[in-house]
């Protein structure tokens, strides 16, 4: 689905449009992408390099995709021309469980501790609501500290510890399962 834009402060004063990127805007998700994993891939989900020759066409194809689909969307936080920060949130079930989304985020390293997290769940949740999800599921590195502060700032409950999930660079890594209720 499409969500509209809407502006935030960030606690430096920083104002920001909070919207979904369009097919337009796959460049610069890429290079927000990559921009994240620069500094974070540990935390992410794929390798350092993964994004670096990512093809921009498909990018545009997946953001097309998400834009029609009503059960998923993401949502980007624009400063000018740029991309600083990202959340997406898609169905996570089917039948009996079709309630449930997952949400996965990033923002980029020079805008950590400024709240842009907070904002971006905070729109996550309401759109989420609106769409009838009840409930809300992911999950983060036990290594990773402000993760788990923003999570448990933003009323997510701990829920379980997967072990040895992730094998990052020789080594296997811990992740803990949070949910929150809408
Ligand atoms: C995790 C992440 C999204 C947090 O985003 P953010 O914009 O820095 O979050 P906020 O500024 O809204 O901070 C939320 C809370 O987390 C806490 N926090 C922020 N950084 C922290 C840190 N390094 N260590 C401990 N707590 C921290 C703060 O207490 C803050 O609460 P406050 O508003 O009461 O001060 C960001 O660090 C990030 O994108 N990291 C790299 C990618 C990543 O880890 N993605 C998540 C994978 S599961």
């Known amino acids: 689905m499409n969500v509209l834009a809407k502006m935030i402060c960030l606690k430096?004063?920083?104002?920001?449009s909070l919207r979904s990127p369009t097919s337009n805007d796959a460049q610069l998700l890429l290079d927000h992408i990559r921009n994240v994993f620069r500094t974070s891939y540990r935390n992410m989900n794929q390798a350092q390099h993964?994004?670096?020759?990512?093809?921009?066409?498909?990018?545009?194809?997946?953001l097309a995709n998400i834009l029609q689909d009503e059960g998923q969307f993401m949502i980007s936080a624009f400063l000018g021309e740029r991309i600083v920060g990202n959340i997406a949130c898609m169905s996570a079930g089917r039948g009996f469980q079709e309630a449930n989304a997952s949400v996965a985020m990033g923002v980029e390293a020079e805008f950590h501790g400024m709240g842009l997290g907070t904002e971006l769940l905070n729109y996550v949740f309401e759109i989420a609501k609106s769409l009838k999800y009840h409930r809300l599921q992911l999950t983060v590195r036990t290594f990773n500290n402000a993760g788990i502060a923003l999570y448990e700032k933003m009323g997510f409950r701990r829920v379980g510890e997967l072990e040895e999930i992730a094998f990052i660079e020789g080594q296997y890594f811990n992740e803990y399962m949070y949910e929150k209720i809408l």
Do not use: M, Q, T
């Open 50 to 62: 993964h994004w670096d020759n990512f093809p921009v066409e498909k990018e545009r194809e997946i």
């Open 12 to 16: 430096n004063g920083l104002e920001l």
